[in-house]
C-alpha cells in the first residue's frame, strides 16, 4: 500500500503543535478546549461551517432544479414528491432537492406557462404545455448529474460530526485518562485512521 504523506496521526502526544499543554489563540482557544490538546477535527469542507470551498452551494441551484424538473416531464407528467424521489434515484442518491426548493419552483413554471397542474387523487400532476416542452428539449437530458458530482453536503456534515464526536471522546480520554488509558486511545486513532487507508485500497 503506498504511503500517504499527509497523513496526521501518526504524531503522538508532545510532537509539534500537537502536544498536551499547548494553547491556541484568539478564537481557537476556546474551540480547541473542547477537544483536549488537539483541537477540533477536520479541516477544508469537514470543519467550520462545513461548507468548505464550495461557498454555499450545499444543494444544487434554483436553476438545477428548473432544468431537472422540466428534463423528468420529458417523460410523463408527475407530482411533486414524485419529481424528488426521481432526482435522488437518477442522481445516484447524490442530490435529492427539498420540497422547499422544488414546489416553488413548479409554481414559477406554472406561472410561466410551461407546465400545467390537475388534481390526480388529491395530489396535483405537473405536465408540459407546448412551450415548456419545447423549452425542455433545448435544455440538458439529465441535469441532476451534474448535481451528482458535487459534494453531498448532507453526508458531509453526517462525517463531519462523525469526526467531531471521536476527537470529542479522545480529547475526554486525554484530559482525565490515565497514562495507560491515553496510550490505548492513541491506538484506537491509529488502527482507525490504517482502516480507513485500507477502505481506499479495497483491502480487508
Known amino acids: 500500500m503506498r504511503s500517504h504523506g499527509h497523513e496526521h496521526g501518526h504524531h503522538g502526544p508532545g510532537s509539534g503543535h500537537c502536544g498536551p499543554g499547548q494553547q491556541g489563540h484568539g478564537d481557537s482557544e476556546g474551540r480547541r478546549g473542547a477537544f483536549g490538546p488537539f483541537g477540533p477535527p477536520f479541516g477544508g ?27 423528468l416531464l420529458k417523460d410523463r407528467p408527475m407530482h411533486g414528491y414524485e419529481m ?7 442522481s445516484g442518491g447524490a442530490w435529492r432537492p427539498s420540497p422547499g426548493s422544488v414546489y416553488p419552483t413548479l409554481q ?9 397542474s390537475r388534481s390526480d387523487g388529491g395530489k396535483k400532476l405537473f405536465t408540459l404545455t407546448e ?21 453531498d453536503w448532507d453526508t458531509v456534515n453526517e462525517i463531519r460530526q ?20 491515553r496510550q490505548k486511545a492513541l491506538g484506537v486513532i491509529n ?3 490504517k482502516k480507513l487507508y485500507l477502505i481506499l485500497a479495497d483491502e480487508d
Open 191 to 193: 488502527e482507525s485512521r
Open 84 to 90: 424528488i424521489q426521481e432526482i435522488g434515484e437518477r
Open 162 to 181: 462523525a469526526g467531531f464526536g471521536l476527537m470529542e471522546a479522545f480529547g475526554q480520554v486525554w484530559k482525565t485518562g490515565t497514562p495507560e488509558q
Open 131 to 151: 412551450t415548456g416542452r419545447a423549452e425542455a428539449e433545448s435544455g440538458p437530458d439529465a441535469p441532476w448529474e451534474e448535481a451528482g458530482r458535487t459534494f
Open 108 to 116: 414559477l413554471l406554472e406561472d410561466e406557462g410551461l407546465i400545467t
Open 45 to 71: 469542507p469537514f470543519g467550520g461551517g462545513g461548507r468548505g470551498r464550495g461557498g454555499g452551494r450545499g444543494r444544487a441551484r434554483r436553476g438545477d432544479v428548473r432544468a431537472s424538473i422540466l428534463a
